[in-house]
């Protein structure tokens, strides 16, 4: 690849990502800035051709750290203009059966009162919106793909990537080279298995005492339907079918009403599961046909699609925060409460909370690059930790009980002991070590989309409004070409071709033999291949920026 000279600038604060948490934090920092008259700098780069973009999750939000950040935050017009009315959750026993799961049974923090069912994505579009009136720098469609270290070692900013690079390296027409963009301190708020994120982790050990992460795989869509079919604010969550019938599999699934006649809906799956033929993707096609769901769906019109990993190892898994010169907040680090089934809040308050931390080492005269442990501290004395603690043996218990004794279990732990059952359960295997061989597994036979309420995965990348400049370097980078084939094939019937939710991996033949072939256009910025793969074989890195989904309101 040919060299380039990059322009450099320089901030007090460098946030990466422009998602809830990173957002939060710049605007903790600038507000604090503001009331004190102090005068701080801060960069935020986003990834996606837009705040908002690259969003996805189911939405359901609890206003607690909203309320702290922006408490003026209804006069401010943020959208969260539908309240949670009725809460329901369903215990779906086969492809038509199902048990409502009586309230005094669902452990009080699942309950949804006072919260909010809303479009993450548009969340954040407002949230940009209040960062921008207090000066704070957004970029959008600049992805960080590298870290920038000082000397010393420690972190000093990072590099955007290069836009124009042709997949040889060279240089096309319209090249602009990449920005250095220098902080004092560096807050990493990238989501889920973020690029940069995994790097430091690796770099600095952050792991070292902490217990294996575990993941989920979110699928969703969104969907006009009947009105007289629509109730705005319900919530519905289930258990159980289709993951019942698959060993090692767990997870569960959503729909939410949302405000001008739309539901989101989705299903997630743990990532922990075993038979290498189950595609997460067809699940999902299946559960829409479940009575639960396609009582509202049919008549419907699906309007969007997308998919999402999220952290679920809880407080156990979750990594140190802090290094030299910089900080990780938000799912890049694992801030997840699964028991709420919620991460939005909690990933706030990571950000707002590295933002304290930063904010008075840069007024106090600190010019970067040292530890800052004054963050670990404030999340340990704060709601948060105690939030995180309380709930953090719910994931490993479903995971080493199943759904049924792991749920009861659930309701016992919080109803006698409040979560603070004096053990805590760990699962020392990683999520692409669990895979069975395919010889050793029962082969699923998915049905065929009908059309009407499930659908192939290429039309369902369209609606994710996915695109990639097509003539750059593949961001699915592989470190041995012929793993897939020579080993992955054989031994799991190449599971990338099922994990996947967006059909980027297919095996085709050519010249009368087998191939793997990387659809990186079609690409939703999952990250599903850089956590599930059994030979850990594949390093999602990100493409030029503002490639990508392009969500308009998941």
């Not at 960062?131 to 000397?151: K, Q, R, T």
């Not at 070292?208 to 993941?215: C, E, F, I, L, P």
């Not at 910025?525 to 989904?549: F, L, M, R, Y």
Request: hydrophobic share 35%; net charge negative; aromatic share 8%.
């Amino acid at each position: 690849m040919e060299a380039s000279e990059r322009e450099s600038m320089e901030f007090d604060v460098v946030i990466v990502g422009g998602g809830p948490s990173g957002l939060a934090a710049a605007i903790q920092i600038a507000q604090r800035a503001r009331k004190d008259g102090e005068e701080i700098s801060i960069c935020l780069v986003e990834k996606g051709s837009e705040i908002g973009a690259h969003i996805l999750s189911g939405a359901v939000l609890e206003p607690r750290a909203l309320d702290e950040l922006i408490p003026d935050w209804r006069k401010k017009g943020a959208p969260l203009n539908n309240p949670v009315s009725c809460d329901e959750v369903y215990y779906l026993v086969n492809p038509v059966n199902r048990i409502k799961v009586p309230n005094m049974f669902v452990p009080k923090a699942t309950h949804n009162e006072g919260n909010y069912a809303l479009s993450l994505g548009n969340f954040c579009r407002w949230l940009g919106e209040q960062a921008e009136e207090l000066e704070v720098n957004i970029f959008p469609g600049f992805a960080a793909s590298e870290i920038l270290y000082a000397d010393d070692g420690s972190v000093r900013g990072i590099a955007t990537t290069d836009m124009g690079v042709a997949e040889s390296g060279e240089h096309k027409p319209g090249f602009q080279a990449g920005y250095e963009l220098i902080g004092k301190y560096t807050i990493f708020a990238e989501g889920c298995r973020g690029h940069l994120g995994k790097q430091l982790i690796h770099n600095f050990n952050l792991d070292a005492d902490s217990g294996t992460q575990h993941y989920g795989l979110g699928i969703k869509e969104i969907w006009d339907i009947n009105p007289e079919k629509h109730t705005p604010g319900k919530v519905i969550h289930t258990v159980g079918w289709p993951l019942t019938h698959l060993p090692g599999a767990g997870g569960g699934s959503f729909m939410y009403h949302l405000e001008n006649h739309q539901v989101a809906l989705g299903l997630i799956v743990d990532l922990s599961y075993s038979n290498p033929h189950l595609s997460p993707y067809d699940e999902f096609q299946k559960l829409k046909h479940h009575p639960v769901y396609a009582q509202y769906l049919e008549g419907g019109n699906r309007v969007a699609y997308g998919a999402r990993t999220m952290s679920k190892g809880g407080l156990q898994a979750l990594p140190k925060t802090v290094m030299p010169g910089a900080l990780l907040v938000g799912d890049d680090a694992g801030f997840l409460n699964v028991l709420k089934i919620k991460g939005s809040h909690t990933a706030m308050k990571s950000g707002m909370l590295a933002a304290d931390s930063v904010y008075e080492a840069v007024v106090g005269g600190s010019e970067g690059g040292e530890e800052l442990e004054s963050f670990t501290a404030k999340v340990t004395e704060s709601w948060l930790h105690e939030e995180l603690y309380t709930s953090r043996n719910i994931a490993p218990a479903l995971h080493k009980f199943g759904i049924l004794a792991g749920s009861a279990f659930a309701v016992v732990d919080q109803a006698v002991f409040r979560g603070r059952l004096p053990l805590t359960f760990r699962d020392p295997t990683p999520d692409h070590a669990t895979l069975k061989l395919a010889k050793d597994s029962k082969k699923i036979d998915y049905p065929k989309p009908d059309g009407k309420l499930s659908f192939d995965k290429l039309s369902s990348v369209f609606l994710s409004s996915t695109n990639h400049e097509e003539d750059q370097p593949c961001h699915l980078k592989l470190a041995d070409a012929s793993i897939p084939i020579s080993r992955n094939l054989p031994e799991y019937d190449e599971p990338a071709q099922r994990y996947c939710p967006a059909g980027v991996y297919e095996i085709v033949e050519e010249n009368g033999a087998d191939k793997f072939q990387i659809n990186a256009q079609n690409c939703v910025h999952c990250k599903t291949c850089d956590i599930k793969d059994p030979a850990q074989n594949i390093n999602w890195v990100v493409p030029e920026g503002a490639g990508g989904p392009n969500y308009p309101n998941m």
